[in-house]
């Protein structure tokens, strides 16, 4: 399929085919703008799965989120520790309660809106 393509040798999936893309321009700019347009932001770096490459997600105080897939982790921690935004890896410390509560508001809104149309 043309949605998939074949990782480099020697990657964590030893060559399995996967749906994934690079990280771009778009991306880099996406996560910047989050992070000066919200208070509170920290970084999580997520490990690569089977279909997706290391990926940054940064929650603001409130629990609003956004993820996109970054380079490496090494480049998430250094382009974070640049805008001041802390950052954990997502496999050693979970995520935040308050982005669980943001996702269950925004659910809940989401129902009502239904209902009352």
Same mark, same amino acid.
């Given at each position: 399929?043309? /949605? *998939?393509?074949?990782?480099?040798?020697?990657?964590?999936?030893?060559?399995?085919?996967?749906?994934?893309? +690079?990280?771009? @321009? #778009?991306?880099? !700019?996406?996560? %910047?703008? *989050?992070? =000066?347009?919200?208070?509170?932001? =920290?970084? *999580?770096? !997520?490990?690569? %799965?089977? $279909?997706?490459? #290391? %990926?940054?997600?940064?929650?603001? @105080?409130?629990?609003? /989120?956004?993820?996109?897939?970054?380079?490496?982790?090494? /480049?998430?921690? !250094? *382009?974070?520790? @640049?805008?001041?935004?802390?950052?954990?890896?997502?496999? $050693?410390?979970?995520?935040?309660?308050?982005?669980?509560? /943001?996702?269950?508001? @925004?659910?809940? +809104?989401?129902? =009502?809106?239904?209902?009352?149309?």
């Amino acid at each position: 399929m043309a /949605w *998939f393509r074949r990782r480099k040798a020697g990657r964590t999936e030893g060559g399995a085919a996967v749906a994934d893309r +690079a990280a771009t @321009k #778009v991306d880099r !700019e996406h996560l %910047t703008q *989050f992070c =000066e347009t919200r208070s509170g932001v =920290e970084g *999580f770096v !997520e490990p690569p %799965t089977t $279909v997706s490459s #290391v %990926t940054l997600l940064l929650v603001a @105080k409130d629990g609003e /989120w956004t993820r996109r897939r970054v380079p490496s982790a090494q /480049w998430a921690h !250094e *382009f974070a520790n @640049k805008i001041g935004v802390p950052t954990y890896d997502a496999g $050693v410390v979970g995520y935040p309660q308050r982005m669980r509560d /943001w996702n269950h508001a @925004k659910n809940q +809104a989401e129902k =009502e809106r239904r209902r009352s149309s």
